[in-house]
């Protein structure tokens, strides 16, 4: 019974590495040789006599850099693209990365809910809807949250502090007359 074993990606690679270096040895031999011969000869300006075995050598040499050099083009073109993409990650890891919120490290121990009123890039349009829901005869907290999206600020306006998504979900329905809302975490930021 013959079972049939799948190379790992790191024994194939490392056969072509092993068959990579042979390749290069022998190309550089070939080439050393070749061009040791054509020196000679134009220094002396006469024919060179080459033994038959190194004139066969030579010419294997030859027929195996043809063979291999569409391989040879191949893996070059493959580093170049591995050195653009490890140069993309660089960058990338080189960048600010986004801030991310943890409601959970500034969420006041009794209330876990807000209601959600509005979003704002602008942080002057911000403080102008905050004395707009202030102004309003509501008693609800007002409390914003500043988030990064995707390199952009935002700042989340929101209202209420709730014990319970349910209590929420009341003043959203209550609220829902003049604005659009929705339900989502509280966060302890208020303001005055």
């Known amino acids: ?7 790992t990606l790191t024994q194939i690679n490392n056969i072509l590495m092993l068959h990579y270096k042979d390749f290069l040895a022998t190309l550089v031999l070939g080439f050393a040789l070749a061009n040791s011969a054509h020196a000679l000869a134009a220094a002396q300006k006469q024919a ?28 070059l073109k493959l580093e170049s693209e591995l050195k653009r993409t490890v140069d993309k990650l660089k960058q990338l890891n ?4 986004p801030q991310q919120t943890n409601h959970l490290a500034v969420v006041n ?8 009123v509005g979003a704002y ?6 403080e102008a809807a905050i004395k707009q829901f202030q102004s309003a005869s509501n008693k609800l907290e007002v409390n914003t949250e500043q988030v990064q999206i995707d390199q952009h600020t ?6 209420g502090a709730f014990k319970t998504k349910e209590a929420a979900k009341d003043a ?8 659009t809302c929705f339900v989502t ?8």
Do not use: G, H
């Open 1 to 7: 019974m013959a079972v049939k074993i799948a190379p």
């Open 48 to 75: 060179v006599l080459i033994k038959k075995d190194d004139l066969a050598v030579l010419k294997e040499s030859a027929q195996q850099w043809q063979q291999t050099k569409p391989q040879l083009e191949r893996l």
């Open 94 to 97: 080189a960048q600010p990365k």
């Open 109 to 116: 121990t009794n209330a876990l809910f807000a209601v959600q």
């Open 121 to 126: 890039k602008n942080k002057a349009v911000l």
């Open 154 to 159: 935002f700042y989340r306006l929101k209202l």
């Open 172 to 179: 959203c329905k209550l609220l829902i007359n003049n604005n």
């Open 185 to 192: 975490y509280y966060v302890k930021t208020p303001q005055s």
